[in-house]
């Protein structure tokens, strides 16, 4: 699914969307329409993937209410997953995207606890046997066709490579990353659109409210500039 091909799905669904739901879609097609001008800059085409996502699911909470994006971005899996149904999401997963899935689950460059371990974050020292019981897992996930619980693994590790690229935690281009966002970039390029197109399909369910939504500022008419009138002579 293409950027071309979701906005004229978009704009053919326009009138009937709810405005949450219209500002989210708008937004998030934007970005994967930038995401491909960029699809040879694999770091580049991360990023505006990214950024599609959570505009797609990013949720704007009410002050106290705390809950991580782990949570939300897991929501959103589930849901999108839910109302697919298995017809679309699994058989992308299990045929295009099974290689660089595979390729990020094994790369302990994307594994969280081994950056803790190697930063002297006390609690990290058996990093290697957090691994290895985190490739088991998606090894057994992978077995029983287990598409959420992939996803949710998959995601864990894209959101490592996200905060690398977005915090300057790498160099633009770099060789000794290339693997993982080549990786990153090419799942994020059949993902995003797919669940783009799934959230088209369902407007009705709930995708919470978006971050920052337009506001409409009036502007005060100003008087015309002229010259002041002067009050007439006395006498």
Same mark, same amino acid.
């Given at each position: 699914?293409?950027?071309?091909?979701?906005?004229?799905?978009?704009?053919?669904?326009?009138? /009937?969307?709810?405005?949450?739901?219209?500002?989210?879609?708008?937004?998030? $097609?934007?970005?994967?329409?930038?995401?491909?001008? !960029? +699809? +040879?800059?694999? !770091?580049?085409?991360?990023?505006?993937?990214? $950024?599609?996502?959570?505009?797609?699911?990013?949720? !704007? #909470?009410? *002050? /106290?209410?705390?809950?991580?994006?782990? *949570?939300?971005?897991?929501?959103?899996?589930?849901?999108?997953?839910?109302?697919?149904?298995?017809? #679309?999401? &699994?058989?992308?997963?299990?045929?295009?995207?099974?290689?660089?899935? #595979?390729?990020? $689950?094994?790369? #302990?460059?994307?594994?969280? %606890?081994?950056?803790?371990?190697?930063?002297?974050?006390?609690?990290?020292?058996?990093? *290697?046997?957090?691994?290895?019981? +985190?490739?088991?897992?998606?090894?057994?996930?992978?077995?029983?066709?287990?598409?959420?619980?992939?996803?949710? $693994?998959? @995601?864990?590790?894209?959101?490592?490579?996200?905060? &690398?690229?977005?915090?300057?935690?790498?160099?633009?281009?770099?060789?000794?990353?290339?693997?993982?966002? &080549?990786?990153?970039?090419?799942?994020?390029? @059949?993902?995003?659109?797919?669940?783009?197109?799934?959230?088209?399909?369902?407007?009705?369910?709930?995708?919470?409210?978006?971050?920052?939504?337009?506001?409409?500022?009036?502007?005060?008419?100003?008087? %015309?500039?002229?010259?002041?009138?002067?009050? %007439?002579?006395?006498?």
């Amino acid at each position: 699914m293409t950027s071309p091909a979701l906005a004229k799905k978009y704009d053919g669904l326009l009138d /009937g969307l709810p405005e949450n739901l219209r500002l989210r879609l708008g937004r998030a $097609i934007s970005w994967v329409e930038r995401a491909e001008r !960029d +699809s +040879s800059d694999f !770091d580049a085409a991360f990023v505006f993937y990214w $950024i599609a996502l959570n505009a797609a699911c990013a949720e !704007d #909470r009410p *002050e /106290g209410y705390e809950r991580t994006e782990a *949570e939300v971005r897991n929501r959103f899996l589930g849901q999108v997953l839910q109302l697919d149904g298995g017809r #679309r999401v &699994q058989p992308v997963m299990w045929r295009r995207l099974s290689a660089p899935i #595979r390729s990020l $689950i094994g790369n #302990r460059f994307v594994f969280q %606890p081994y950056w803790k371990h190697h930063n002297l974050v006390p609690g990290h020292e058996d990093w *290697e046997g957090l691994f290895q019981r +985190s490739q088991e897992i998606a090894n057994n996930a992978l077995e029983r066709g287990d598409t959420l619980a992939i996803l949710r $693994i998959v @995601f864990d590790r894209l959101y490592v490579l996200r905060n &690398q690229l977005l915090h300057g935690g790498s160099t633009y281009s770099a060789p000794p990353n290339r693997t993982q966002v &080549q990786a990153g970039a090419l799942i994020m390029a @059949f993902l995003v659109p797919l669940f783009i197109d799934l959230m088209l399909e369902h407007p009705h369910s709930d995708w919470g409210s978006p971050y920052y939504p337009p506001v409409v500022v009036e502007v005060e008419e100003e008087e %015309p500039e002229g010259e002041e009138e002067s009050s %007439p002579p006395s006498g």
